[in-house]
């Protein structure tokens, strides 16, 4: 029996082209079914030379409109919502739209949208005014449908309750739903990757405040992100990569004597390849860093000569810091899956155990290298049998890995000299003026192994 709900307030979809402007999702909210629409007007192009290709075309949306299905416990929410106590009702429902705007904001790094707290979902001081306002209704077959609550006035919400819901809640705000990033919002929905890794919500929290110029949060904001994506990293490469007993990382890590700056002083240098120290700008970040315990243990705020350049500048520091280190915890937590991966290519004979790494959005790269030379039939062969069984093994670790667009394979002979390049599915026998670029972070895998 389902439920459904129109979250009105005002954004916009932008993508590149008319045809996909469109978003929709279906995904599982314990027994229920939910599925996400937006409502609104036509599609328009922008025609500002400046105006980049994703983002050239776009529509105006006034609702998100939210289908409710109790699939697997029938009749749920009609007796729910048939009882006369609608808290229950609408617990529910907070939940299921904040779980959404978080998927929106989160992955679709939409700024606009909200966070909801699950304080904020349970705090219901009126549960009549969230059902009109969101104008629930209710249906025993999906195509008869009755408000749960009948509107007092012809208002479809009346004035009186404006001030009794949250404006929290509220949909949209001008939000943009960009479609470049709506399939990293559907896994999230439909993958229950809720709530997103903490470095995620602090590092998005501190480009908004940036935004809007709100540099003592932002910093506050980017420096917590740091201190929680460097304990997991160093956690990660002392029990994973270095087998430390987890006893004493869990002691290791606890020292309070072992401070942030310190962290990024000294452990940084020594656990990570000088291809990733060389990418950091660590004055900024140290720097960054004594403004944040400078307003948590002194004055509460920032140096009056600080230029908003000079913020922008070092806070974007912390961020690439954070990110990359983000992708290190990934990768080596998982080291042992990608081991038996690399093991397995290398038993096809004539080539070295390649190098792994793992890259955002499920994206994959190897480094192979031959041994022996080949005539150049069979390596070519050759080459494709390793990118097909490469794929294969990917493909079961992650399901939602798609080998024919995330995966990325460069072979080198043994004199490290490139062969060629396998991406998209196709393989390209190239010099090394071929070599793409934004590949990985072009070194070898050997060079990598750190």
Known sequence: MPVRLSARGSAYVVGSSKN????????????????????????????????PAYGKVFRVVNAMNVLVDDTDLPESLYLMAESGEYRPLVVLLRGIV???????????????????????????????????????????????????????????????????????????????IKMSFWSDVVEALEDQKDPPAPEQEFLLN???????????????????????????????????????????????????????????????????????IKTIEFDKVLKVIEWRNGIVHKSGRLPKELTNDTLDQ?????????????????????????????????????????????EPRHHVRLDVTFILSEDAEALEQKMKDIAGKAGELLRARDGRCDPTK???????????????????????LSSESNRPTGSGLGQSGAELSK
């Open 314 to 358: 070092h806070i974007q520091a912390v961020i690439n810091l954070v990110e990359m280190l983000a992708e290190r915890r990934i990768n080596i937590a998982a080291e042992p899956s990608l081991a038996s991966i690399s093991q397995a290519l290398g038993g096809m004979g004539n080539i070295l155990q390649p190098m792994i790494w793992l």
């Open 98 to 176: 904040a779980r959404i705007y978080r998927a929106i904001r989160y992955y679709g790094y939409s700024l606009e949208m909200p966070d909801i707290s699950d304080q904020r979902v349970l705090d219901v001081q009126d549960a009549e005014a969230d059902l009109h306002w969101w104008l629930v209704e209710v249906s025993r077959d999906g195509l008869s449908w009755n408000r749960v609550i009948a509107s007092p006035t012809e208002s479809p919400i009346p004035f009186f309750l404006l001030s009794r819901f949250p404006g929290a809640l509220q949909f949209g705000g001008g939000a943009e």
């Open 206 to 276: 501190a480009t908004a405040h940036r935004r809007d110029r709100n540099y003592r949060l932002a910093v506050m904001e980017a420096v917590i992100g740091l201190e929680i994506v460097l304990t997991d990293y160093i956690r990660n490469y002392l029990s994973v990569h270095k087998k430390v007993p987890k006893n004493r990382v869990a002691s290791f890590v606890s020292k309070p004597e072992i401070g942030l700056t310190a962290r990024v002083s000294g452990l940084l240098d020594m656990t990570l390849h000088e291809s990733y």
């Open 20 to 51: 996909l402007l469109n978003p929709s999702v279906t995904f599982k909210h314990g027994p229920n079914t939910v599925t996400v629409t937006f409502p609104g007007g036509e599609a328009l192009e922008l025609e500002a030379k400046e105006v």
């Open 406 to 428: 995330h995966l990325t394979i460069h072979f080198v002979d043994i004199s490290n000299k490139s062969l060629a390049w396998f991406r998209r599915d196709t393989l390209v």
